[in-house]
DNA sequence: CGTCTATTTGAATGTACTCAAAAGCGGTGG
DNA sequence: CCACCGCTTTTGAGTACATTCAAATAGACG
């Protein structure tokens, strides 16, 4: 699988020798997916962080009463997985799953470890990666404690434009912390102005 | 100041020379707060990274109906200020206020980067501290997602036991994403069994 | 074309908010 | 030391935003 869009993303951030570059792309491995299929379940041991090279994911938390809570969208170039489980060795709590058919690159938490081990100038791209996430997260918790939902959505359509495209609409809901139905029935109001 | 506990939340994650140890603790500028005082407001160009030694602080966002939102508290040995501010220069978006007499260690963007820039090691220390809100800012969001208010206080009384000798009421129910007056309830009802 | 799932619609309900007023609490000055 | 002031918390009534449930419609896929 092509490694290009992943050695730019870090690229971006941090310069890389050949050497590097070729130690770091071997530390993933492929994987091909298809809309719907599951690449990581609540309980399962084996996790990986994710990186998204074509297509697009959603990692989403499952409650007690069955109901699915998107945690995240992933697009090309984008990460995911349940970091808490991959740092932690813990179970995953997240299921992640193909929104359509997708080429990913999977790290586990030990080839991670090694690789920061052997070139800590990865660090640096992790820290700014996760900082990035920090901030961006921020603003998310910022718009559940302050925004009514209809506003929430406008935000959305305006920051991902491209996602409405591949995201069925209850996923949207659901990363709004709303019901599909009441989704609807937003989206019907703001047509009809 | 003593940077004692600045020291050891470092050198809890990455062994430090004597040298980093001086030139780290270096890069911060002691301050004491009153209760209630700001160290942060909206539109300011002087950004910092916020170091809790004692006391506490609490960051938080002012909306268009003046109205506050809890973003974040600090206790000893926890960090906060507007990342996204600090790190892009922009102007902050948050208030920062001390809610107890507090000492507080601050380092700016630039210090930062030259501390980065001198000694990489701690790139993996910050890392490793984004790395861990990021874990604990998704526990939250889920929680504002599928829990109800109820819900949500209870576990922030588990989670946060000592923080409520420190906070008045009204901020616990910003933080929580409900009014004052609708926290009140719950706590009436909760006693009531 | 038929089946399965997503979306829309409407009615009834519930959770949380607004507004207003009373009660509690803490600090400060006389 | 107590009285007063300002701010926080409580309480209640009325309201609004969002949910649940049920049924109809629309779309996607084999």
Redesign the pocket.
């Known amino acids: 699988m092509n490694t290009r869009l992943l050695v730019d993303t870090v690229t971006r951030h941090i310069a890389l020798t050949t050497e590097e570059e070729k130690f770091f792309a071997g530390c993933f491995l492929p994987r091909n997916v298809r809309p719907n299929e599951l690449l990581e379940k609540p309980g399962e041991p084996t996790q990986f962080f994710m990186f998204v090279n074509t297509g697009a994911l959603m990692t989403y938390y499952t409650d007690a009463d069955g109901h699915d809570h998107v945690m995240q969208f992933a697009m090309p170039g984008w990460w995911t997985g349940d970091l808490s489980s991959i740092m932690k060795g813990t179970e995953s709590l997240f299921s992640t799953r193909a929104l359509a058919e997708s080429e990913v690159l999977l790290i586990t938490h030990s080839s991670l470890d090694q690789l920061l081990e052997k070139y800590p100038r990865f660090e640096r791209f992790y820290r700014i990666l996760f900082q990035n996430s920090l901030i961006t997260q921020q603003g998310r918790i910022l718009q559940n404690l302050s925004a009514?939902?209809?506003e929430r959505y406008l935000n959305f359509t305006k920051k991902y434009p491209t996602l409405e495209q591949f995201v069925?609409?209850?996923y949207i809901a659901s990363y709004l912390?709303?019901?599909?139905?009441?989704?609807?029935?937003i989206?019907?109001k703001l047509m009809e102005r």
């Open positions: 009514p939902a209809e069925p609409q209850k912390g709303i019901t599909p139905e009441f989704l609807s029935k989206r019907r």
